[in-house]
């Protein structure tokens, strides 16, 4: 069956260092990944969005990279700040581009 | 300002009373659809619609029922609910045939059945 992990574990970090978040899938064959952020009991909030023919993307602070033959994407925040934690959660989608399945996100907490 | 509201944003009812969450987007959206969040399961789509009259089952639809009835709407139905649709709800639009640009996520519903 399809299959989303991302680091259950809280991610701690020292500010200033970058953040690096790992999402992993099996047995799927996504088009495009999202990253997305959450703050405690809000709605996520879109971040990125990465295509299956695209290695790295970047915005900002943020860069997320996609490997397709390691099933992987990689999330990175550069010069992290305390305002930067939260929960982030990948998002794949299939079936026409209208399924979307996320994994169940990692939380981080950048420490001053 | 351009939204996705929902409402009620707390309720708590007992097994088996019908209930509506109602879900409305003010940027003229083709795409919507509604998750449920629960600890150590993530978000999990539950139904979502490209257009009006047009709806398709998500990853757990068991229990839930939609309607699109007008672009801007898209209330989720429990018939007969159950402790275990006791969650955290969010809906969500996007553009039509932009989905994969974004989505736009609603405050959520936070649901308790007893």
């Known amino acids: 069956s399809q299959k989303i992990e991302q680091n259950s574990e809280a991610l701690n970090i020292q500010e200033g260092k970058t953040a690096t978040l790992t999402c992993n899938y099996t047995?799927?064959?996504?088009?495009?990944l999202q990253w997305y952020r959450q703050d405690p009991g809000r709605g996520p909030v879109f971040l990125l969005l990465?295509?299956?023919?695209?290695k790295e993307k970047r915005k900002e602070r943020l860069k997320v990279t996609f490997d397709t033959t390691l099933k992987q994407s990689l999330f990175h925040i550069t010069a992290s700040q305390p305002a930067d934690s939260a929960t982030y959660l990948c998002?794949?989608?299939?079936?026409?581009?209208?399924?979307?399945?996320f994994g169940i996100g990692t939380k981080l907490q950048v420490i001053p | 300002e351009a939204q996705v509201t929902q409402n009620p944003r707390y309720l708590i009812t007992v097994t088996g009373k019908k209930l509506t969450v109602t879900c409305s987007q003010n940027?003229?959206?083709?795409?919507m659809s509604w998750y449920r969040q629960d600890p150590g399961l993530g978000l999990r789509q539950i139904y979502y619609?490209?257009?009006?009259?047009?709806?398709d089952k998500g990853d757990v639809p068991e229990g839930y029922k939609v309607s699109r009835k007008e672009k801007r709407n898209f209330p989720l139905i429990l018939e007969s609910p159950s402790p275990n649709q006791t969650s955290l709800y969010f809906c969500?639009?996007?553009?039509?045939?932009?989905?994969?640009?974004?989505?736009?996520f609603g405050p959520g519903t936070r649901l308790l059945v007893l």
């Open positions: 998002a794949l989608l299939s079936g026409g581009y209208q399924k979307v399945t």
């Open positions: 969500a639009s996007s553009p039509a045939g932009q989905l994969q640009d974004t989505q736009y």
């Open positions: 047995n799927y064959s996504p088009a495009y």
């Open positions: 940027m003229n959206h083709e795409y």
């Open positions: 990465i295509r299956e023919n695209e």
């Open positions: 619609s490209m257009n009006v009259e047009v709806t």
